[in-house]
């Protein structure tokens, strides 16, 4: 059968022209991890998220925020973080810390970062001084310009009214982060357990915000984050919230202990059946489309029609099942003539 597109190209949609950088990594399970904790960064290693971001915001004290900087960069430098996108969050650029803290991280450090986060992003300038700043360092420092992502964490309604400027305002964004906390509180929700439905409201208050940041993401190639679920003791919570979000299509959610990792990773994983399935899909269009299976541009696989609507479907199905690095258990078997 003909090679199906890679994973990344499975996910990237059919926007603009590809970026010269891989901006589309599996972020399944996104680990927050405090930058002035040795102990946890030590920990963070050996666990099997996706991603780790490694935080000198909110889990970061203020005055532990300079010398977090330093222990960030020795673990960057030091550390094992094989096989995970490699991600800092900085404070964002209301705070007096941003522009110390990107210059300390990426002079330091710039060769062994995938990506910069980027809290509390109101408006797309906000990207733009990033991207300056970033540039400017990667020049300094003998850096391949443009390698260092950014990812945009929009958490109030100014940023969500913007979000289409923020996901464009450089090819260096990467992701669109959903802040549920300081969201929740920027608009007044009358709720205090962050990520549940507020009371007095029977349907779901956080779909309209999901789906404008999804549209967003989807409409530049992209990917889509959900953000943490503090009740870290309430599994059956996280495991809800998490499969809502998948469920509209986010790429992953943030997870703030080690017991969230594995069901980030198993809910924004495609089920097996469903990736043998889709992979099914992807083999018998190829071969119904060639000479040999007539040239059809519609057929049926079993009780179903398939067509090439049918194959950007089942691509992004097949796209995550190998980024995460599933393998298939059945195999197509041309039809006897």
């Not at 979000?163 to 549920?180: C, L, Q």
Request: charged share 20%; with cysteine.
């Amino acid at each position: 059968m003909t090679a199906h597109p890679s994973p990344t190209t499975a996910l990237a949609g059919s926007g603009s022209a590809a970026a010269p950088f891989d901006r589309l990594r599996p972020r399944r399970s996104c680990l927050a991890v405090p930058g002035s904790n040795p102990r946890f960064l030590e920990k963070a290693q050996g666990l099997a998220a996706d991603q780790v971001f490694l935080d000198l915001e909110d889990a970061c004290a203020p005055l532990a925020k300079p010398e977090a900087r330093h222990t960030i960069v020795k673990f960057l430098n030091e550390g094992d973080w094989t096989g995970k996108t490699r991600v800092v969050r900085v404070n964002d650029w209301t705070t007096h810390w941003t522009y110390r803290d990107v210059v300390t991280v990426v002079e330091g450090a710039g060769q062994n970062l995938d990506c910069i986060m980027l809290p509390k992003v109101q408006d797309a300038q906000q990207i733009v001084a990033l991207d300056l700043l970033l540039t400017q360092i990667e020049k300094t420092m003998g850096f391949e310009v443009g390698k260092i992502g950014i990812e945009a964490q929009i958490e109030n309604a100014q940023g969500l009214n913007n979000v289409n400027a923020i996901a464009t305002a450089s090819p260096r964004v990467e992701t669109i982060i959903f802040g549920p906390a300081d969201f929740m509180a920027s608009i007044n929700m009358k709720s205090l357990v962050v990520g549940e439905q507020p009371p007095g409201y029977d349907a779901d208050a956080y779909h309209y915000i999901l789906m404008k940041i999804l549209m967003a993401a989807r409409a530049n190639n992209l990917q889509a984050i959900d953000g943490p679920y503090l009740q870290i003791r309430n599994p059956e919570g996280y495991k809800a919230v998490a499969q809502r979000a998948a469920a509209l299509g986010f790429d992953g959610k943030w997870v703030l202990h080690p017991d969230q990792v594995a069901a980030a990773n198993e809910i924004f994983s495609p089920s097996q059946e469903d990736f043998d399935h889709a992979e099914l899909i992807l083999d018998a269009y190829d071969y119904y489309t060639s000479e040999a299976g007539g040239k059809k541009g519609s057929a049926m696989l079993g009780d179903e029609m398939i067509d090439e609507a049918s194959r950007k479907m089942a691509l992004v199905i097949s796209g995550k099942g190998r980024a995460a690095g599933m393998q298939r258990t059945s195999k197509f078997e041309i039809p006897e003539a």
